[in-house]
């Protein structure tokens, strides 16, 4: 018989509507169900020794499933067995795969006979509720089973955070929280930071308001005295290439990165310069007080005045926002409010890329010309009177 459902595979046409894909989940839901039950069985016989393999999950990798898929489906398997009637509703389609996972996710193994003692009054009250609710209710019945527990395991994993950088520069980061700051990081990053600027997907987003709220800290922590405390990062530029109109060139001082012209240029715009004087032989011969780019009663008012970035209809607050020389400070651009709008970190570096030029006017007037000759121009938000124009 199932040699015949197998021939038959290649001519079953899913229709192309709403009811056809819904009916075709719901038959995945349950075929994945009975694919559940069958390794089980299948587990438990060890039949996966037959080829030489050293576990089920090294059958299942061998079948083409990740290391994740494969240790997901081994575990569905084994609470098949040990949850019969929960393994029942997901076959018969009363429970979805997703509820089976919300389920599986909260009982933990110490609890599987808790559970289990209980699958005739708990699972037809999962039956009808959707994945959210059924996560709920098990996150609920989780909470009680802790409570009750005599012998409790060992405490929650600690949340963890990792950063790692790649040979080419690049940052990368995972991690894992446990509900409450993983909520309050989720918050962070998609209410409190974040941005309307539909022309980045969300990742980008959740990236942009990561960083920003790294900066904010930064910029408004209290363990050093005074205010926008700038630097963050430690810089080596070249005293050339500082004085001169050629490519800018420098480092990070504590990972000996390069950073890209844009990138230091950007970073020279709003910082504390410090002066280090090195000999030819690298001995540090000079050093001398920061002198601030920006002073914070000048960045107030660019604040006043511009209220959130000014790059075209970003709507960034002042607090992610960073104060950009129009006629670059390198390139010997003044400080003072005729010469600095508030940009985002985003488009503070597209500024600084080739291609890309400002023109601040005495009315407060941005006028950015991108590459290929587009001009777009904005005015301060208190100017009224004006409209963003483009051409």
């Known amino acids: 018989m199932f040699d015949v459902w197998v021939a038959q595979f290649d001519d079953v046409e899913i229709p192309c509507d709403a009811a056809g894909v819904s009916a075709a989940l719901a038959s995945l839901n349950r075929l994945q169900a009975k694919l559940a039950v069958a390794v089980g069985t299948f587990d438990v016989r060890q039949e996966w020794e037959l080829d030489g393999s050293t576990s089920l999950i090294a059958w299942l990798k061998g079948r083409g ?18 949850l019969p009637i929960l393994a029942d509703a997901w076959t018969a389609g009363r429970l979805s795969t997703g509820q089976v996972k ?11 006979g808790l559970f289990a003692a209980h699958e005739a009054e708990l699972v037809p009250s999962l039956e009808y509720l959707d994945v959210g609710d059924t996560q709920t209710a098990m996150t609920q019945w989780r909470l009680k089973a802790e409570a009750l527990d005599d012998h409790p395991s060992s405490a929650e994993p600690p949340d963890q955070a990792h950063m790692s950088q790649t040979l080419d520069g690049r940052w990368y980061l995972n ?8 909520a309050v990081v989720d918050i962070a ?12 997907i969300p990742a980008e987003r959740r ?4 960083v920003d709220i790294c900066r904010w800290f930064l910029d408004n922590q209290d363990i050093h005295t005074g205010r926008r405390h700038r630097p963050h990062l430690n810089v ?31 970073l020279l715009c709003d910082c504390s310069l410090h002066r280090v004087l090195r000999d030819s032989t690298g001995a540090i011969i000079d050093y001398g007080r920061a002198t601030r780019t920006i002073p914070a ?31 670059w400070y390198s390139h ?8 600095l709008v508030l940009l985002c970190s985003r488009h503070h570096h597209l500024l600084h890329k080739p291609g890309w030029h400002a023109k601040l006017e005495p009315d407060g007037a941005l006028v950015v010309r991108r590459p290929g000759g587009y001009t777009a121009t904005t005015y301060p938000p208190d100017n009224r009177q004006r409209q963003p124009a483009a051409s």
């Open 332 to 339: 010997g651009g003044p400080t003072n409010l005729e010469n």
């Open 102 to 112: 919300a389920v599986l996710a909260n009982v933990r193994d110490r609890h599987v």
């Open 65 to 82: 499933l990740t290391a994740g898929d494969a240790s997901q489906l081994a575990m569905w398997g084994k609470r098949s067995r040990a």
């Open 189 to 200: 990053m998609r209410v409190a930071a974040s941005t309307s600027d539909w022309n980045r």
């Open 207 to 210: 990236a942009d308001a990561l």
């Open 175 to 182: 991690g894992s929280f446990a509900a409450e700051p993983g």
């Open 236 to 266: 080596v530029v070249d005293g050339d290439s500082l004085t001169g109109e050629g490519h800018l060139t420098g480092r990070l001082a504590e990972q000996r990165i390069p950073l890209d012209s844009p990138t230091l240029s950007r």
């Open 297 to 327: 009663p000048l960045f107030n008012a660019l604040v006043i005045r511009d209220r959130h970035c000014r790059f075209g209809s970003c709507d960034r607050p002042p607090a992610w926002t960073e104060g950009h020389h129009v006629q």
